[in-house]
């Protein structure tokens, strides 16, 4: 089974950074597409980010501009570098696999204060 583990989420103020990390476990990771997800309450989950294993990326229209995501293969790990963050961006970050999800990890919250 497919596990993720994320960390980085914080509380931070409107304009503000932040960078999540996420350590996958299990097989494949590195063939695997990889995705950011979002989830704020009362509402459904969505893809922000995504990352190709050869490092391709991938943006909802959202956060383009102002979220960079990356993955180091040999680490196992992928990154979300949040810049420029706005209350509306207030949720609880997942990562896992896009297109073939595994197992939901517990996520990060991210609070932008507003």
């Known amino acids: 089974q497919v596990q993720f583990v994320e960390s980085g989420g914080g509380l931070v103020q409107p304009g503000g950074s932040l960078r999540l990390s996420c350590t996958g476990s299990?097989?494949?990771?590195?063939?695997?597409?990889m995705g950011w997800y979002r989830q704020a309450p009362g509402k459904q989950r969505e893809l922000v980010a995504v990352?190709?294993?050869?490092?391709?990326?991938n943006y909802a229209d959202s956060v383009k501009g102002r979220f960079t995501i990356s993955r180091d293969n040999v680490a196992r790990k992928v990154f979300l570098q949040m810049n420029s963050l706005k209350p509306e961006d207030t949720a609880r970050y997942y990562c896992n696999r896009q297109g073939r999800l595994g197992d939901w990890g517990q996520g990060t919250q991210v609070t932008v204060s507003s």
């Open positions: 990352v190709t294993s050869g490092g391709s990326t």
């Open positions: 299990g097989s494949s990771f590195n063939i695997y597409p």
